[in-house]
């Protein structure tokens, strides 16, 4: 994919997003979202090139198009090389979004950090994706985007 395609790809996964928050069936309406996302495994090679300039459009979209959507990020299984690259694309984020990330290493002193920061922000171990030691499987946004797409589609016929 170009970095045009998975940026395009981003904003359809955080338009849905939106979509589903507002449509959520909670007792209170839902405008934030906690994310997880597991970096097991990313080297070096992710930040090259292309690579590199599509983290930094994406930070940037997210920055400006989706400032208030983020309520947490957990950044999981974090190499030592992602913490370098952080350190570059950190000073692009604003204070408040900083304040929402917490990234965390591998080996079980990260692991216990992990679960004492979650117990913190009120995620319970079932609600925690595995990759944070939790029991959820979790959402793929693939499914995700189809869900709300036959969710709207079904919501356009019943207005009809």
Known sequence: ????????????????????????????RVYK???FIDLDGVTLSYFTGEVKKFMT??????????????????????????????????????TTTKSKIFMFGVGPNQSRKLAKQLAKH??????????????????????YIKDAIELRKRLVVAVK
């Open 57 to 94: 459009e994406l930070v940037k979209l997210l920055t400006h198009r989706y400032t208030d959507s983020l309520h947490l990020m957990y950044l999981v299984n974090t190499p030592v090389i992602f913490r370098v690259i952080w350190s570059v694309l950190a000073p692009l984020l604003s």
């Open 122 to 143: 009120g995620i319970s171990n079932s609600a925690a994706p595995r990759c944070a030691g939790g029991a959820s499987e979790g959402v793929r946004m693939d499914a």
């Open 33 to 35: 979202h906690v994310c």
């Open 1 to 28: 994919m170009t970095v045009a395609e998975i940026l395009r790809h981003r904003i359809q996964v955080m338009e849905t997003l939106e979509y589903m928050k507002s449509r959520s069936q909670c007792a209170h």
